[in-house]
């Protein structure tokens, strides 16, 4: 198993709707969680990061972290064309400052 | 604060030239990170250091590559002798570990070997 998965997409949803985004990952990776999202050409840039169980909200994106499935996902609501982008999940193991990131997953959010 | 600065932003040289990558963390920070995106592999750690000193080499590819960080302030990505297969965007990212995980990246550098 891959230390951090995700489905590479591309996922693609209205203008308007949720988008939601998953990321399983491994024993080796369990303490910190980040999503960044990374337009064509440019550099990836942090959305959100959650260290407990459980939902964490700020404006239209939600987290959720659930640490005995070992998943977070990420909720995008009310999708606007300007959320097309791939998002990055990544893990901390903990012990050093080392982030483990998925492959992303491409999102297009249709008008 | 100007955020991470890497030089230059885009690079093209001819197999077997040496190649090299600079970054400028955000003043500050104690963590210095390289990583290297490619379609094909994502985005692969490379290499990091906690106040200038190499912690975790074991993402760098092979023995053509090497980094250094003199400096608080300036690392070095070096690839000598380049191949075509090293094409990649390369980024450099820094953090704060006392203020928390989150990594700031720069803004990469498109390296084109032919």
């Known amino acids: 198993q891959k230390e951090v998965e995700q489905n590479s997409g591309p996922l693609s949803v209205p203008e308007g709707a949720i988008a939601s985004l998953n990321c399983t990952y491994s024993?080796?990776?369990?303490?910190?969680f980040f999503w960044y999202r990374q337009y064509s050409g440019k550099s990836p840039e942090l959305i959100m990061s959650?260290?407990?169980?459980g939902d964490k909200e700020d404006g239209r994106f939600t987290a959720q972290l659930n640490k005995a499935s070992q998943y977070v996902s990420l909720l995008i609501r009310d999708s606007q064309p300007s959320d097309s982008a791939t998002y990055l999940c990544a893990g901390n193991g903990g012990a050093t400052n080392k982030l483990i990131f998925g492959t992303g997953t491409l999102l297009a959010v249709q008008p | 604060d100007a955020g991470v600065i890497q030089s230059p932003r885009h690079e093209v040289t001819e197999m077997g030239q040496e190649v090299t990558l600079r970054c400028k963390p955000i003043s500050g920070h104690d963590y210095l990170f390289w990583y290297r995106q490619t379609m094909m592999r994502g985005l692969e750690l490379l290499i990091y250091?906690?106040?200038?000193?190499?912690?975790?080499d074991s993402g760098m590819p092979e023995d053509r590559f090497s980094a250094k960080m003199p400096n608080a302030s300036f690392s070095t990505l070096k690839i000598q002798p380049s191949e075509p297969r090293d094409s990649a965007v390369y980024f450099c990212?820094?953090?704060?570990?006392?203020?928390?995980?989150?990594?700031?990246f720069g803004p990469g550098t498109r390296l084109t070997v032919l």
């Open positions: 250091f906690n106040n200038n000193v190499p912690i975790d």
């Open positions: 990212a820094s953090t704060d570990r006392g203020a928390g995980d989150t990594q700031y």
């Open positions: 024993d080796r990776v369990s303490q910190s």
């Open positions: 959650i260290y407990s169980n």
